[in-house]
């Protein structure tokens, strides 16, 4: 019997569920398994992407986002909020950015032909769970991507936010909750620690 593959979903307010991802995604490359880290939302800016684009030709990363974040209007704090002003797009409920619509189309369709090619043994969609709690994607397509998944593909999803529907068919659900954070004190988030 070949590998089984599960779904998981990492969620929650709390710091962690990319850098989970992430280590996830190394232990399955040293373990020789073909990885696809496609990040929703995020562009190859983030300082992880220097050393996971060098590390192995067994994993493959592709970031789908803008040089700005895009943030559904009410979802987040007005606190937060002030501190991304500059570098956000905020949205009505229902009238999402049509080229960031479009974007995470294009990341969904990458997707769905890296679970059920059986190229990769394990796809990371990384804050597609954000994507989809924002109206970027919707929950129909999400659940066609999981129920088209190989057996033989882990499938792990990522970011805030996750809805009942998609907690109730993953297979491992972990909440990622903050307890508390410096960010509370002021302190911004810093280079190679948060991004």
């Known amino acids: 019997m070949g590998f089984k593959g599960y779904v998981q979903v990492y969620t929650g307010n709390g710091k962690g569920k990319t850098t989970a991802a992430i280590g996830l995604a190394l232990r399955a490359v040293g373990a020789g398994k073909k990885v696809l880290f496609l990040q929703f939302m995020k562009t190859k800016s983030y300082s992880e992407h220097k050393i996971l684009l060098q590390l192995s030709p067994n994993l493959t990363v592709e970031a789908l986002g803008k040089p700005f974040f895009v943030v559904k209007e009410g979802t987040v704090p007005e606190e937060e909020l002030e501190k991304w002003r500059q570098q956000a797009v905020i949205f009505p409920p229902g009238q999402p950015p049509r080229e960031y619509v ?93 991004h």
């Open 102 to 194: 479009e974007l995470m189309k294009k990341g969904l369709e990458m997707a769905r032909a890296a679970v059920s090619s059986g190229q990769y043994q394990v796809v990371i969609l990384d804050e597609l769970v954000v994507a989809l709690h924002f109206g970027l994607v919707q929950w129909e397509d999400v659940c066609a991507l999981i129920d088209g998944k190989a057996p033989g593909v882990e499938l792990v999803l990522t970011g805030r936010g996750a809805p009942p529907e998609l907690i109730e068919k993953a297979d491992l659900v972990t909440e990622m909750r903050e307890v508390k954070h410096y960010y509370a004190r002021g302190v911004d988030a810093r280079r190679g620690i948060e």
